[in-house]
């Protein structure tokens, strides 16, 4: 796999990450067209999933808290997984205005 998953050592996760659907789903924007156009699969706005940072305590509200803070306005998607189970999961993902040297893949 082209991907790797950044662990920090004295970081839990707390609750179930779709990790392999996620992977499924970066893997899926980066993919060329099956036309060979040279187009990326889906919408020409797809290609944004890049590496997504795994939410900490100091994250919570990152939205709220980057708007008064910094005056910028974060604007949060869904993506939509399937996992193995073949159960439909909506994961909230929100853009961050700075980097984190926090668990992330």
Known sequence: TPYVLI???????????????LLQS??????????NTGEQKG???????KCVHFQAQSTMNYVTKIKRRYDITLRPRKLSLVENSGDAVHV??????FWYGRTHV
């Open 7 to 21: 662990a920090q050592h004295d970081t839990l996760f707390i609750s179930h990450v779709p990790l392999r659907s």
């Open 26 to 35: 970066m893997d899926a924007r980066t993919q060329p067209h099956p036309r």
């Open 43 to 49: 919408d020409a706005d797809d290609d944004w999933l």
């Open 92 to 97: 909230p993902l929100v853009p961050l205005a």
